[in-house]
Each structure stands twice: as structure tokens, then as C-alpha cells.
């Protein structure tokens, strides 16, 4: 009787694995990192808290539980890799635009001077996020550099809000 109970015990507990195996593989393909990292951690979760499957069977379910899991996080780690390597690519664009913006000679048409300080800031609009450590000092030393440049071509805040709108108005015309 013990162990005719032990044996129903790991059958209902096999059949709880494969059930687990079931989804975890059918997530194993999913972009939607976080969430799918939660459920599969809850998924291990589970996976603890069942007991031993039949004798024989409980390598090998883990064995595809395991690979299932595998695919999802390598993955999701190679994902996370290379949106870090292009956020090193743009963090170099961006302090290239800083750069760029110190270095601005202005000349005696305040409007063409205006007219570069925003195709930078164009630019750096349409440039991608960097690495998160380095945002706030980033975006700190751009707006120093604009608004020195700003300052120097001496433009009232009412005519600055006058250029940016004829700016948007000729931005808008130009396109589709």
C-alpha cells in the first residue's frame, strides 16, 4: 500500500512536470523579456516544489525543462548584449555632438547659428539611449553646451521661441 501510494505520488508528479516542460518550452521563443522571466522563475518555483517523477523519467524532464529555460535566457542575455554594445556606439555619437557644439564658431547671422544649434540637437534627438551610468552627466554637459551657445548669439527667449517655431513650420513643409 506505501508503495503503490509513493508510485501514484510519481506519476501525478511526472505528469506535473511534463506539464511544466510544456509551458516552459512554449515561452522559450518570447521577446517580452520581463515578464517571461518572471513566469519562468515561478515556473522553477514549481519545479521545486514537486516531488520526485517516476524513476527513469526525472532526468529527463529536467534535462527538458533545463533546455527550455536555456533557450529563453541565452537569448534574452545575447539580446541585452548587443542593445549594450549599441548604446556604446551612441554614447560616442553623443559625445561627439557635445563635442561638435563647444567647438561652433558662431558667425555674424544669428538665424544660420540658430539653425546648426538645432540640426544638432536634431541630431542628438534622433541618436539612441546610452548606457544608463553615464545618462545624467550626458545629457547635463549637452544642455551646458547649447545654452552657452544660446547665450552668446544673444537671442531673446521670445524670438528663440519665434526660430523654433519657423523652424518646426519649415520642418513640416519640407516633409511628407
Known amino acids: ?54 524513476r527513469g523519467e526525472e532526468a529527463k524532464l529536467w534535462n527538458r525543462f533545463r533546455s527550455a529555460c536555456d533557450v529563453f535566457f541565452n537569448a534574452k542575455r545575447k539580446h541585452f548584449t548587443s542593445q549594450n554594445a549599441s548604446f556604446e556606439e551612441n554614447l560616442v555619437v553623443k559625445e561627439e555632438i557635445i563635442k561638435n557644439i563647444k567647438e561652433m564658431v ?39 553646451a547649447m545654452e552657452v551657445k544660446y547665450k552668446v548669439l544673444n537671442i531673446a527667449d521670445g524670438e528663440r521661441k519665434n526660430l523654433e517655431y519657423q523652424n518646426r513650420l519649415n520642418k513640416l513643409m519640407g516633409s511628407e
Not at 505520488?9 to 522559450?28: V, Y
Not at 534627438?125 to 544642455?143: A, H
Request: proline share 4%; charged share 30%; with cysteine.
Open 1 to 54: 500500500s506505501y508503495f503503490q501510494n509513493l508510485d501514484q505520488a510519481r506519476i501525478e508528479n511526472t505528469k506535473r512536470k511534463i506539464a511544466l516542460c510544456d509551458q516552459a518550452e512554449a515561452m522559450s521563443e518570447s521577446e517580452a523579456w520581463n515578464p517571461t522571466t518572471q513566469k519562468f522563475v515561478s515556473l522553477q518555483g514549481k519545479w521545486k516544489e514537486i516531488g520526485p517523477a517516476m
Open 106 to 144: 558662431l558667425g555674424d547671422e544669428p538665424d544660420q547659428d540658430f539653425l546648426k544649434l538645432k540640426q544638432f540637437s536634431a541630431k542628438w534627438n534622433d541618436t539612441g539611449f546610452v548606457p544608463f551610468d553615464r545618462k545624467d552627466e550626458l545629457i547635463q554637459e549637452y544642455r551646458a
